[in-house]
């Protein structure tokens, strides 16, 4: 089993910063991909970013430019800088695992438990 405890969240005005990290622990062989992850009230679940154990960055289309994800392989952990803030980021933030319990198993997502990013004046 494998745990993801995000945070950083809370209220930022817009054009503000806020940075969020997530943290895994547990029984860890090898966490492959890493990510985030948000979900809007009334909206579903999108990406955000990810980034791969090599360092390989995706954004979607919505925060590029803005936000920057990265990740230190030793600690297991996975960060989300996120500039330029607007109201249209609010959401939970959720941090995502893709994890590996040998070398020839197949990956496992797993999920933390999600931090409240707010963006208003």
């Known amino acids: 089993q494998v745990q993801l405890v995000e945070s950083g969240g809370g209220l930022v005005q817009p054009g503000g910063s806020l940075g969020l990290s997530c943290a895994a622990s547990?029984?860890?062989?090898?966490?492959?991909?890493m990510g985030w992850y948000r979900q809007a009230p009334g909206k579903q679940r999108e990406l955000v970013a990810t980034?791969?154990?090599?360092?390989?960055?995706n954004y979607a289309d919505s925060v590029k430019g803005r936000f920057t994800i990265s990740r230190d392989n030793d600690k297991n952990t996975v960060y989300l800088q996120m500039n330029d803030l607007k109201p249209e980021d609010t959401a939970v933030y959720y941090c995502?695992?893709?994890?590996?319990?040998?070398?020839?198993?197949?990956?496992?997502?797993?999920w933390g438990q999600g931090t409240q990013v707010t963006i208003s004046s």
């Open positions: 980034i791969s154990r090599g360092g390989i960055a």
């Open positions: 547990g029984s860890i062989f090898r966490i492959v991909d």
């Open positions: 995502n695992a893709n994890h590996k319990s040998s070398m020839f198993a197949v990956p496992y997502n797993y």
